[in-house]
């Protein structure tokens, strides 16, 4: 799957800038071929459905969360032994980069909802110093969150593969969602050079709101 550090044929943008572009393309599929719009022009693009969960403070969490936020979104679950610990560590990074910027959040949705419960997420998110403020982790209904990441987020790499419930969802791809729920950006979570490009990139979007 392509990251999202394509160069665009428009102006790239001064050293002093944060981003490779002025601007941050927009994506509608599965395949995340960029689409270089203006705001103006993306009526009709994909975006993030509503939805509804809970976090590791047993509030629920849905759409209207993260209205007029920017966010960015990965699927971990709290036992894993491979790739999630380092994706945490990584999303840890964006957390530090804007923990006093109320306008970027970010959410993580377990894949094994039925083990990690509220109490398990609390426990983890102490575990890892995440800030319940800025970073929900969630949990609830198994076919909600693997359709969230598979038909809504485009998080999985087997392309034109058709999947069913019963296959596992695991992938270490963050996806960065604009105030509209627009995805703008698609990163190598494990990647600490991808996930300083992600953090650029989010810095370059919140100026689309000034």
Known sequence: MALASFFSCKRTVSEEKSSRVDMLPYYNEATFTPNWLLPTENRGFHKIPSFSLTNQEG???????????????DFFFTSCPGICPKMTENMTLVQEAFKNDDDVLLLSHSVTPETDSVLTLKNYAKAKGVLSNKWHLVTGDRKQIYDLGRYAYFVEEDLGKEKTEDDFLHTENFVLVDKNKHIRGIYNGLNKTSVQQLIADIKTLREEYL
């Open 59 to 73: 509030e629920t969490v849905t759409g209207a969360t993260f209205d007029d936020k920017i966010y960015v979104a």
